[in-house]
C-alpha cells in the first residue's frame, strides 16, 4: 500500500500565477481534504471532497478550488496567487472520517 | 467552536530523558483525540488517537496519551526519548458526530540534546 502521495513535492510560483497540486489517497479511502501549513503553523483545513462533491469548506476565499475524480484522487487548485500563499500543502484521505492518513505535502514557494 | 491549545511552542530535553507535551482541547462532549508528529518538510503522521474507552493510550514508538476528562488534557508522554523524536508535535480534536474535519493545535517542537 502506498498510502497518500502527493505531487509535486516541490513548486516555485509567481504572484498571480495559478497552481494546481494533486493527491492519490491510500487505497480504500473514498475522502480526500486538503490542509495549508504556514511555517510554524498547524495545519488548516482548506475543504474536504466526498463523492466528487465539495463537503465542507474552511474560511479560504474562492481562489481555492478542488476536484476530485472517479478513482477519488484530488486535485487542489489556487488562483491569483500570493505571496501569503506559500506553504506546505497537505493532503489527507480517509474512509470512516473519523481517522486521516496525511501524505507528506507539496511545498509551495510564491515569490 | 472547538480549539485546541499547545502551551508549549518549544520543549527540550535531553535524550534518555522523560518527555510530556501538553494538550488542552475546548468541546462541550468528549471530542475524538489524535496526536500527530511531523518530521522536518514531511507530512503528519498519527502517533494515537483516543475515542473512548480507556483512558490511557498507546501508541507507536513508545508514545502514549492519558485523556484527563476534568481537566480537558490530553497529553503525551514518553518515558525515554531517543534523538529521532526531535520533530514537531501536532494535538488535534475532532467533534464525534459533527463535523469530520480534525482542528489541530498549532504545535510543540521538540529538540533533543545528546
Known amino acids: 500500500d502506498a498510502g497518500v502521495t502527493q505531487s509535486p513535492t516541490h513548486l516555485i510560483k509567481t504572484r498571480g500565477q495559478q497552481v494546481t497540486l494533486r493527491c492519490s489517497p491510500k487505497?480504500?479511502?473514498?475522502?480526500v481534504s486538503w490542509y495549508q501549513q504556514a511555517l510554524g503553523q498547524g495545519p488548516q483545513f482548506i475543504f474536504q471532497?466526498?463523492?466528487?462533491?465539495?463537503?465542507q469548506r474552511g474560511n479560504f476565499p474562492d481562489r481555492f478550488s478542488g476536484h476530485q475524480f472517479p478513482n477519488y484522487s484530488s486535485e487542489l487548485n489556487v488562483n491569483a496567487l500570493l505571496l501569503g500563499d506559500s506553504a506546505l500543502y497537505l493532503c489527507?484521505?480517509?474512509?470512516?472520517?473519523?481517522?486521516?492518513?496525511f501524505g507528506p505535502g507539496t511545498r509551495l514557494t510564491v515569490l | 467552536a472547538q480549539s485546541v491549545t499547545q502551551p508549549d511552542i518549544h520543549i527540550t530535553v535531553s535524550e534518555g530523558a522523560s518527555l510530556e507535551l501538553r494538550c488542552n482541547y475546548s468541546?462541550?462532549?468528549?471530542?475524538?483525540l489524535f496526536w500527530y508528529v511531523q518530521s522536518p518538510g514531511q507530512g503528519l503522521q498519527l502517533l494515537l488517537k483516543y475515542f473512548s474507552g480507556d483512558t490511557l493510550v498507546q501508541g507507536i514508538k513508545g508514545f502514549e496519551a492519558e485523556f484527563k476528562r476534568s481537566q480537558s488534557s490530553f497529553n503525551l508522554r514518553k518515558p525515554s526519548v531517543h534523538w529521532s523524536d526531535a520533530a514537531e508535535y501536532f494535538c488535534?480534536?475532532?467533534?464525534?458526530?459533527?463535523?469530520?474535519?480534525?482542528?489541530f493545535g498549532r504545535g510543540t517542537s521538540l529538540i533533543v540534546h545528546p
Open positions: 488535534a480534536s475532532l467533534s464525534p458526530g459533527g463535523s469530520y474535519i480534525p482542528t
Open positions: 471532497y466526498y463523492e466528487e462533491e465539495e463537503r
Open positions: 468541546y462541550g462532549a468528549t471530542p475524538y
Open positions: 489527507a484521505s480517509s474512509f470512516d472520517s473519523n481517522e486521516q492518513f
Open positions: 487505497s480504500g479511502h473514498d475522502t
